[in-house]
C-alpha cells in the first residue's frame, strides 16, 4: 500500500513540477513591434492582443534555463493540444515551437519532467517484484562476501606458513631465494584479496564512505552475480537522472550539423527534449498494457516500429530535411541514440 500512495504522490509532484514551469513560459519584459509569431496578429506590446503570447522571446542555448525557471501555457488545458501533435506530427510541433509558436502547446521541457514522474509512477505501481529482487541479490552479494573472506583467511595462513619456514634456522640460499619468492607472490594474491573484499564490502553496506570504489564494485558484482536485481535498480533510478539524457544527447545532434547556421544548441535541445518526453511516454503505456495483460509481442513490435517511425519523422519534419538528407543522418541519429543511452545507462550504474 505504501508503493502505492508513493507512486501517486510522485505522479502528482510531477504534474505539479511541470504546471510551476509552465506558468510564466513566454513572460516578456520587453515590448514588441510587427507581426506575434505565434497567430501572425500585429502585436504592439509586451504581448499579443490575440492570443496572449509574449513579444519578445529568447533563442539561445542559455535560454533553457529561462524557460525552465519560466514557462507560459497552462499545463492542463494545452496538454491536449499537444499530445497528439507529439504523436503524429512531433518533427511539426518541434519546428512550430522553436519558431516561436508557443502559447498553444505544453513546453517540451514541462512535458519531459511529467513525463520522467509519470513513468517513474506506473513503474512503482506495476512492478512488485523489485523489492524481492533487491533481498536475493543482497544475500547473494552477503554470500560471495563470506567466501571472499575464506579465501582472504587461507591466504594469511599461506603467508605465515611460508614466514615460519623463512625464520628457521639453517636454511640453505637457494632454499631461502625460493621461500622469498614465493613469500612475495602470496603477499601479492592478499592485496588482490584485499581489494575484492573492499568492492565486496560495499555491497552489504559496509563502506558507504567508499566514493567510486563503492559505487562501481556495487555495480558490476550486482550486475554480475543477479541481473534482475541490477536491471531494477536501473530503472529506479533512470527517472532522477533522466534530464542527463538531454546533456549526453546535445553533442551528438550537433554532430549531424556541424557548423550549421541553420540550427543552434537550443534547437537541438528542443528536439531531443520532446523526442524523449515521447518515448517516456510510449514505455508508461508499455507498462500499462502489460499490466493489464494487453501486452504481447505483436504489441511490443508495434511499439518499437512505432517508435522508430516517430524519430524518422521527428527528425525529418524538424529540420526541414529532404527525404535523401535524412536517410543519409538516420543510421548515425540511431547510433548516436544509442550511444547516449549508453552512456546515461552507465553513469546510472556508476551511481546505482
Known amino acids: 500500500m505504501t508503493g502505492e500512495i508513493e507512486a501517486a504522490g510522485d505522479a502528482i509532484t510531477g504534474g505539479m513540477l511541470a504546471r510551476a514551469v509552465e506558468l510564466d513560459h513566454g513572460e516578456s519584459h520587453e515590448a514588441g513591434h510587427g507581426p506575434c509569431l505565434n497567430c501572425g496578429a500585429t502585436v504592439g506590446g509586451n504581448y499579443c492582443a490575440e492570443c496572449g503570447q509574449a513579444a519578445h522571446l529568447h533563442r539561445s542555448f542559455a535560454a533553457i534555463?529561462?524557460?525552465?525557471?519560466?514557462?507560459?501555457?497552462?499545463?492542463?488545458?494545452?496538454?491536449?493540444?499537444?499530445?497528439?501533435?507529439?504523436?503524429?506530427?512531433?518533427g511539426t510541433l518541434t519546428r512550430r515551437y522553436i519558431h516561436g509558436e508557443r502559447a498553444k502547446f505544453v513546453s517540451p521541457f514541462?512535458?519531459?519532467?511529467?513525463?520522467?514522474?509519470?513513468?517513474?509512477?506506473?513503474?512503482?505501481?506495476?512492478?512488485?517484484?523489485?523489492?524481492?529482487?533487491?533481498?536475493?541479490?543482497?544475500?547473494?552479494?552477503?554470500?560471495?562476501?563470506?567466501?571472499?573472506?575464506?579465501?582472504?583467511e587461507k591466504a594469511d595462513a599461506h603467508i605465515r606458513e611460508i614466514q615460519a619456514k623463512l625464520a628457521a634456522p639453517g636454511l640453505s640460499p637457494t632454499a631461502k631465494e625460493?621461500?622469498?619468492?614465493?613469500?612475495?607472490d602470496a603477499q601479492a594474491e592478499r592485496k588482490g584479496l584485499t581489494l575484492a573484499g573492499n568492492l565486496t564490502d560495499s555491497l552489504v553496506g559496509e563502506g558507504m564512505n567508499g566514493g567510486v570504489a563503492h559505487t562501481v564494485g556495487k555495480a558490476i558484482s550486482a550486475a554480475a552475480e543477479n541481473p534482475d536485481f541490477a536491471?531494477?535498480?536501473?530503472?529506479?533510478?533512470?527517472?532522477?537522472?533522466?534530464?542527463?539524457?538531454?546533456?549526453?544527447s546535445l553533442p551528438f545532434m550537433w554532430l549531424l550539423f556541424p557548423f550549421s547556421k541553420r540550427f543552434k544548441m537550443y534547437d537541438h535541445a528542443i528536439y531531443v527534449t520532446y523526442s524523449i518526453a515521447f518515448v517516456s511516454l510510449l514505455f508508461s503505456l508499455s507498462m500499462l498494457l502489460g499490466a493489464v495483460h494487453v501486452s504481447s509481442d505483436l504489441i511490443t513490435a508495434g511499439l518499437l516500429?512505432?517508435?522508430?517511425?516517430?524519430?524518422?519523422?521527428?527528425?525529418?519534419?524538424?529540420?526541414?530535411?529532404?527525404?535523401?538528407?535524412?536517410?543519409?543522418?538516420?543510421?548515425?541519429?540511431?547510433?548516436?541514440?544509442?550511444?547516449?543511452?549508453?552512456?546515461?545507462?552507465?553513469?546510472?550504474?556508476?551511481?546505482?
Not at 68 to 78: C, D, I, Q, S, T
Not at 178 to 184: C, E, G, P, S
Not at 328 to 349: C, D, E, G, K, N
Open 178 to 184: 625460493a621461500l622469498t619468492d614465493d613469500l612475495t
Open 110 to 152: 514541462a512535458l519531459f519532467l511529467f513525463s520522467a514522474f509519470l513513468m517513474y509512477a506506473i513503474f512503482s505501481l506495476t512492478s512488485h517484484h523489485g523489492t524481492t529482487q533487491a533481498v536475493e541479490g543482497v544475500k547473494m552479494n552477503e554470500g560471495a562476501q563470506a567466501e571472499l573472506r575464506k579465501e582472504q
Open 231 to 248: 536491471y531494477y535498480k536501473l530503472k529506479a533510478n533512470a527517472y532522477k537522472f533522466s534530464w542527463a539524457l538531454i546533456l549526453f
Open 65 to 90: 534555463g529561462h524557460d525552465l525557471a519560466h514557462g507560459v501555457l497552462h499545463f492542463e488545458g494545452k496538454i491536449w493540444t499537444t499530445l497528439p501533435e507529439l504523436a503524429l506530427r512531433p
Open 305 to 352: 516500429l512505432f517508435a522508430a517511425w516517430h524519430m524518422y519523422r521527428q527528425f525529418k519534419d524538424a529540420y526541414a530535411l529532404g527525404r535523401t538528407g535524412t536517410l543519409i543522418r538516420l543510421p548515425f541519429l540511431y547510433l548516436f541514440a544509442t550511444i547516449a543511452l549508453s552512456l546515461f545507462f552507465t553513469m546510472l550504474v556508476m551511481m546505482g
